[in-house]
Every structure is written in structure tokens, then in C-alpha cells.
């Protein structure tokens, strides 16, 4: 499941994270690179034990923490700190799948890694190429949005950053653990949850189709998250 999130970030967190981020220190990206990636990888990062990190982090969790859409989809169990990164002239990351296992920085423990996100943190006119290209089940999935929102995607996908011709590309990136593994399992719990708040827009109210409906999406969640 590909989904495209408009306006995660307001215009004012948006200001927040990238005036945090642009007086950071950057390092080589291939330090958070398993081997393979590194090889396909040349890019810029901030640390993520750094205080620049931490504070531009908290803005997008405490975002992500209010969008339905986001935890409707990812039915996150546990959220990796947001990452952030940066393509400048020239800079690109080839083909690639992200690693299923990520540790937690400070908390002495490991979480799966089923969803990836990028976080857009520069308006599309500022720059070309830069585009994350996500190979899923109906082919390759081109994605270049707006500052402020979001892409979700199965951490399974094949994917790549096309090379920066023009400006210069930040983002933040980062993994959640879902409490539902299976990225079928999620789309169609996705797909449920949307629908019934749907119906419950055009009934103007709770009505026994859409309590039914509601107990029927609980009652999966409940047979199949892994908590």
C-alpha cells in the first residue's frame, strides 16, 4: 500500500524543522547504511544522536501523533526517530530495499522495520530530479510532493532517489513498526476504516450498518495485530 498524506506538517512546522535542520551539522549518509546500500548511496545526513535531530524529530512525531490518515494506515505499534536527509548536485541513492531491522536509539532495543516514510521538507519547484521512485505490485510509483507531506509505503518495496540536477532536496525519513505485519492485512484494514467513516459522514450519524461495520474492522485488528 502506497499512500501520498497531504499537509502533515503546518506552514509553521515546516518553518520550525527546517530552520532546526539548516544550522545542524551534516555527515556523509552512508554512516546509517547497511553495506549494500552504502555502495548505492551518496547523500547527506544529520546525525541521529544530535540535539538538531532530536528537536526537528519531536515537531513530526507530535504531527504524526494527530494525523488520522497516517495512523489509519500504519496502525503503528512503535515509530523510529525521524531521520533527515539531504541531496545536493549530483547526489542520488540507487536502487535499494531499507533493512527489516532497526535499533531504537538510547532505548536498548530493536523494532521491525514494515513501513518506510519520506517526509517532503523542500517545495518541489526548488529543485529537479530528486524523485523517489517505489516499485510496488502496479509498477514504478514516481513521487515528488509538496513541503509538508508525506509518503507511506511498505519498507518491503524496492525503491531509489533519482539523481539532483537542479537546487537542492531535504527531507526527513523514518520506519514504523505496525501492530499489523502484513502489508495486505493493513491495506485492507485501511480500506475498511476509511469506508466506514465515510458512511458515517453521509448518515450524518451512527447507524447499525456502521456499528456492524465498526465491530467487524475491531474484530480483525484484534485477530490480527501483534502487540
Same mark, same amino acid.
Do not use: C
Given at each position: 500500500?502506497?499512500?501520498?498524506?497531504?499537509?502533515?506538517?503546518?506552514?509553521?512546522?515546516?518553518?520550525?524543522?527546517?530552520?532546526?535542520?539548516?544550522?545542524?551539522?551534516? =555527515?556523509? $549518509?552512508?554512516?546509517?547504511?547497511?553495506?549494500?546500500?552504502?555502495?548505492?548511496?551518496?547523500? /547527506?545526513?544529520? !546525525? @541521529? #544522536?544530535?540535539?538538531?535531530?532530536?528537536?526537528?524529530?519531536?515537531?513530526?512525531?507530535?504531527?504524526?501523533?494527530?494525523?488520522?490518515?497516517?495512523?489509519?494506515?500504519?496502525?503503528?505499534?512503535?515509530?523510529?526517530?525521524?531521520?533527515?536527509?539531504?541531496?545536493?548536485?549530483?547526489?542520488?541513492?540507487?536502487?535499494?530495499?531499507?533493512?527489516?531491522?532497526?535499533? =531504537?536509539? $538510547?532505548?536498548?532495543?530493536?523494532?521491525?522495520?514494515?513501513?518506510?516514510?519520506?517526509?517532503? /521538507?523542500?517545495? !518541489? @519547484? #526548488?529543485?529537479?530530479?530528486?524523485?523517489?521512485?517505489?516499485?510496488?505490485?502496479?509498477?514504478?510509483?514516481?513521487?515528488?510532493?509538496?513541503?509538508?507531506?508525506?509518503?507511506?509505503?511498505?519498507?518491503?518495496?524496492?525503491?531509489?532517489?533519482?539523481?539532483?540536477?537542479?537546487?537542492?532536496?531535504?527531507?526527513?525519513?523514518?520506519?514504523?513498526?505496525?501492530?499489523?505485519?502484513?502489508?495486505?492485512?493493513?491495506?485492507?484494514?485501511?480500506?475498511?476504516?476509511?469506508?466506514?467513516?465515510?458512511?458515517?459522514?453521509?448518515?450524518?450519524?451512527?447507524?447499525?450498518?456502521?456499528?456492524?461495520?465498526?465491530?467487524?474492522?475491531?474484530?480483525?485488528?484484534?485477530?490480527?495485530?501483534?502487540?
Amino acid at each position: 500500500m502506497l499512500i501520498q498524506i497531504p499537509d502533515v506538517l503546518t506552514a509553521d512546522e515546516i518553518a520550525k524543522v527546517r530552520g532546526v535542520i539548516e544550522a545542524a551539522t551534516w =555527515i556523509d $549518509g552512508k554512516v546509517t547504511a547497511g553495506q549494500q546500500a552504502a555502495q548505492a548511496k551518496w547523500n /547527506l545526513q544529520i !546525525p @541521529e #544522536d544530535s540535539a538538531a535531530a532530536r528537536e526537528a524529530g519531536e515537531v513530526i512525531l507530535r504531527a504524526l501523533g494527530r494525523n488520522s490518515v497516517f495512523n489509519s494506515a500504519a496502525l503503528p505499534l512503535r515509530v523510529l526517530p525521524p531521520l533527515f536527509n539531504r541531496y545536493d548536485m549530483g547526489m542520488k541513492f540507487d536502487v535499494h530495499v531499507d533493512g527489516a531491522i532497526r535499533a =531504537i536509539p $538510547g532505548a536498548g532495543m530493536r523494532m521491525r522495520a514494515d513501513i518506510s516514510s519520506t517526509l517532503f /521538507l523542500t517545495p !518541489p @519547484e #526548488d529543485y529537479d530530479g530528486g524523485e523517489l521512485v517505489i516499485e510496488d505490485v502496479y509498477g514504478s510509483q514516481e513521487v515528488k510532493l509538496p513541503a509538508g507531506h508525506m509518503v507511506v509505503y511498505p519498507a518491503t518495496s524496492l525503491h531509489r532517489v533519482n539523481a539532483i540536477t537542479r537546487g537542492s532536496r531535504w527531507s526527513s525519513f523514518f520506519w514504523t513498526q505496525s501492530m499489523v505485519k502484513d502489508d495486505g492485512r493493513r491495506t485492507l484494514l485501511y480500506d475498511l476504516d476509511r469506508g466506514i467513516m465515510e458512511m458515517r459522514h453521509l448518515l450524518q450519524g451512527e447507524a447499525h450498518a456502521t456499528v456492524a461495520l465498526t465491530s467487524v474492522y475491531h474484530n480483525l485488528l484484534r485477530h490480527w495485530a501483534e502487540l
